[in-house]
Structures are given as C-alpha cells and as structure tokens.
C-alpha cells in the first residue's frame, strides 16, 4: 500500500474517542492559536452551539473565509 493510499484510508476511518490528544494538548493548541491568532473552528462550533440553539453553523470553509475577510478586508477590526 502506497503512502498516498494509507493517508486516504487514515482519513476515511472514524477515530476513536480515546485515540485522539488529550484534554491538556487540546487547551494547550487553543491557547497557542489565540496567541498566534488562528481563527479554531472547533471553539466557535462549541460557542455556537451553546448560544445559537436551533441555527446552523457555518461550515469550515465558510468559517475560515469569513475570518480572513474580517482580518484583511475593509470591515475587518482597525485602529482609527
């Protein structure tokens, strides 16, 4: 099996609730995002699921798309 083969197969299979990083990393790279300002999907899921019940979050892409128009375009954040 190619590398290329296995990472699609890595990708196709469900992960386990126990694989994945424990509760201290996941803080630790949500801390390190927020630092750094990389917008976390995951948190904003988190957010808005608790405050927006009933409504439909954006999808990653979209998500990703809106926070690069809001740091680089015209309606972004600015000083003055």
Do not use: N, W
Request: net charge positive; aromatic share 8%.
């Amino acid at each position: 099996m190619s590398a290329k083969e296995r990472g699609a197969a890595a990708a196709a299979a469900p992960c386990a609730p126990d694989t994945g990083p424990s509760s201290a990393l996941l803080k630790l790279r949500q801390a390190c995002r927020q630092v750094f300002g990389i917008p976390d999907y995951d948190r904003y899921l988190a957010h808005f699921t608790r405050q927006h019940p009933g409504e439909t979050p954006l999808s990653r892409s979209e998500f990703f798309a809106r926070s690069i128009d809001r740091k680089y375009g015209k309606s972004g954040p600015r000083c003055c």
